[in-house]
Nanobody, 121 residues
Framework: QLVESGGGSVQAGGSLRLSCVVS????????MGWFRQAPGKEREGVAT???????TYADSVKGRFTISKDNAKNTLYLQMNSLKPEDTAMYYC?????????????????WGKGTQVTVSS
């Protein structure tokens, strides 16, 4: 299971840190990531990270968001700084278990239920 937390309401320019606790073997996934979906829009990838620490980011969040993983705590994080109103969305963490690659699209095999992030101007 994947359980997200840390969402909330902040003003533009503020920061939030999302957490995703991963239980069981899923925590050993090679590839994990954060996605978001705003009302009326398609789900989009935000960031991914491999077990080797290689991370990728959507252009819209580069330089502002940082993905990380604490293996000892089985927890995936997303540090979000300089938040903008367009970052408002439901944020989901995902893991691609038991595969040893990151899927090209958002077809990860396990998903959390999401945590809401709202950024006001």
């Amino acid at each position: 299971q994947l359980v997200e937390s840390g969402g909330g309401s902040v003003q533009a320019g503020g920061s939030l840190r999302l957490s995703c606790v991963v239980s069981g073997d899923i925590g050993r996934s090679y590839c994990m990531g954060w996605f978001r979906q705003a009302p009326g829009k398609e789900r989009e990838g935000v960031a991914t990270i491999t077990s080797g620490g290689i991370s990728t980011y959507a252009d819209s969040v580069k330089g502002r968001f940082t993905i990380s993983k604490d293996n000892a705590k089985n927890t995936l994080y997303l540090q979000m700084n300089s938040l903008k109103p367009e970052d408002t969305a439901m944020y989901y963490c995902a893991a691609h278990w038991p595969y040893d690659f990151c899927p090209r699209d958002s077809r990860f095999s396990y998903w959390g239920k999401g945590t809401q992030v709202t950024v006001s101007s």
